[in-house]
């Protein structure tokens, strides 16, 4: 299971590099779930479970990137395995100190896709648009098919 969810981070790497987020957040979506198992499967693996922090990591990053909402889910549990791992006295890096630190910070921030000064579209404008352009399509195709050819 090991090697498939190495090869998924692989195409992870190359699809998000080349901007194609969609393919990156499908990719990493099935490392996660492989990398979610193992770590599901033996808890006190350090190295399993760093892997864990680093796939809901890695999914916020793509999530973000594409205005996903999910993204702040994903990186509330990164913190959560990454700060598991720590109580634990598992081995952590510096960096991954780091990244939890930052990661805390962000979360704290306002979301950056959510408009506080946009007002909120009206739904029944919507739907009176839809009807106006409905009968506007029923008239045209009326005139269309009364033409004599």
């Given at each position: 299971?090991?090697?498939?969810?190495?090869?998924?981070?692989?195409?992870?790497?190359?699809?998000?590099t080349q901007g194609?987020?969609?393919?990156?957040?499908?990719?990493?979506?099935?490392?996660?779930?492989?990398?979610?198992?193992?770590?599901?499967?033996?808890?006190?693996?350090?190295?399993?479970?760093?892997?864990?922090?680093?796939?809901?990591?890695?999914?916020?990053?793509?999530?973000?990137?594409?205005?996903?909402?999910?993204?702040?889910?994903?990186?509330?549990?990164?913190?959560?395995?990454?700060?598991?791992?720590?109580?634990?006295?598992?081995?952590?890096?510096?960096?991954?100190?780091?990244?939890?630190?930052?990661?805390?910070?962000?979360?704290?921030?306002?979301?950056?896709?959510?408009?506080?000064?946009?007002?909120?579209?009206?739904?029944?404008?919507?739907?009176?648009?839809?009807?106006?352009?409905?009968?506007?399509?029923?008239?045209?195709?009326?005139?269309?098919?009364?033409?004599?050819?």
């Amino acid at each position: 299971m090991i090697g498939f969810s190495a090869r998924f981070r692989r195409f992870f790497t190359a699809a998000n590099t080349q901007g194609d987020f969609d393919g990156a957040f499908a990719a990493h979506q099935a490392s996660h779930d492989i990398a979610e198992r193992l770590a599901r499967a033996a808890p006190t693996n350090a190295e399993w479970q760093r892997g864990l922090f680093l796939s809901y990591y890695k999914l916020g990053e793509v999530a973000r990137k594409t205005h996903k909402p999910v993204w702040r889910e994903y990186w509330q549990q990164a913190c959560e395995v990454l700060s598991g791992l720590m109580a634990r006295g598992s081995f952590v890096s510096a960096n991954d100190s780091n990244v939890l630190a930052q990661l805390r910070a962000r979360l704290e921030e306002p979301d950056p896709f959510i408009h506080v000064d946009t007002p909120m579209p009206d739904p029944t404008h919507d739907a009176k648009r839809a009807q106006r352009l409905n009968i506007e399509y029923q008239e045209k195709l009326a005139a269309w098919e009364a033409l004599p050819f």
